[in-house]
């Protein structure tokens, strides 16, 4: 993990893609995860995938050409270290609606390429790490959590993580304090939580790199609406990755990740000191 002072001065896709690619390495083992996989499931998953692959270049007459441009943007991704971008913002939605559909607490969302572990405790009611100059609405909320039974979950953690007002990512992007907008919460004996924070600004992926190549070539948009990415979690119960969204943003309907749901809409209402208040709590399922 560069430290901001290792990281390039202006933000890129490159820079950022590194960290991000260098972040999944450090926190993830992901063929030891798999390691009992038998053949069989191996065997059908890349047959799939790749007959997939081949009907479309079979239905389209995909040319040499077209193929050659492939497999150079295919390098490129790689060497801007955009393959977790890719894949969190293309894929990671289907993998999230497959692997929390039997629950019957809070609804998920995809975790996406900036999420750090162990950011700094902030007790169960405190405001996150920010800049004595952070820009953005103050928010103010507050919730509980509960288990699907009712019971609320006394020392559960809410991990919040997001953008600052440029849309940028602590730790991801230069000049940034190494854990601004990154805290940790613990819900109190009261079972609620407290968290004072600013109000993220829509956030736009890197445009100067592979992902930002497809997305101009094929004519899309880059945006993703303003979020808050939280992780809860409880001894006992599935852990929780979503995020929360707020009401207005106009790309909550068009978001490149496919990430938002109804149910994670925040409600915020505005408050006499020009900050804003929300409550939105979270029910966790027990873990099986
Ligand atoms: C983000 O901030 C994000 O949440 C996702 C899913 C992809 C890219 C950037
Ligand atoms: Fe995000």
Redesign the pocket.
């Known amino acids: 993990m560069p430290t901001t002072e290792q990281a390039a001065q202006t933000t890129t896709a490159a820079a950022s893609g590194a960290s991000a690619t260098e972040r999944f390495h450090t926190d993830k083992s992901p063929f030891e995860a798999v390691k009992d996989t038998p053949k069989e499931r191996v065997d059908l998953l890349a047959r799939e995938l790749l007959y997939a692959a081949q009907e479309t270049i079979r239905k389209h007459k995909v040319t040499y050409d077209e193929f050659n441009a492939l497999k150079a943007w295919l390098i490129q991704v790689g060497r801007d270290g955009e393959w977790p971008?890719f894949l969190?913002?293309w894929l990671?939605?289907v993998v999230e609606d497959v692997a929390t559909a039997h629950r019957d607490g809070s609804k998920g969302?995809?975790?996406?390429?900036?999420y750090v572990p162990n950011a700094p405790e902030q007790g169960a009611d405190g405001a996150v790490p920010m800049r004595a100059d952070e820009r953005g609405t103050p928010l103010l909320w507050e919730g509980t959590v509960t288990s699907t039974d009712g019971t609320a979950l006394v020392g559960a953690t809410v991990e919040l993580w997001q953008?600052d007002a440029d849309?940028l990512?602590s730790q991801f992007a230069p000049g940034i304090p190494e854990w601004n907008l990154r805290g940790t919460f613990t819900v109190g004996t009261d079972g609620r939580f407290r968290i004072r924070t600013i109000e993220p600004a829509p956030?736009q992926?890197p445009t100067d790199g592979s992902c930002g190549k497809l997305i101009a070539a094929a004519g899309w948009h880059a945006w993703?609406p303003a979020?808050l990415?939280v992780k809860v979690s409880a001894p006992g119960h599935e852990l929780l990755t979503t995020?929360l969204y707020f009401p207005g943003d106009p790309h909550n309907d068009d978001d490149?990740?496919n990430?938002v749901k109804p149910e994670l809409m925040l409600e915020p209402v505005d408050r006499a000191d020009s900050g804003r208040t929300v409550e939105y709590g979270f029910v966790l399922d027990p873990a099986k």
């Open positions: 971008l969190d913002v990671e939605h969302s995809i975790e996406g390429p900036y953008a849309g990512y956030y992926i993703r979020h990415h995020q490149i990740a990430a």
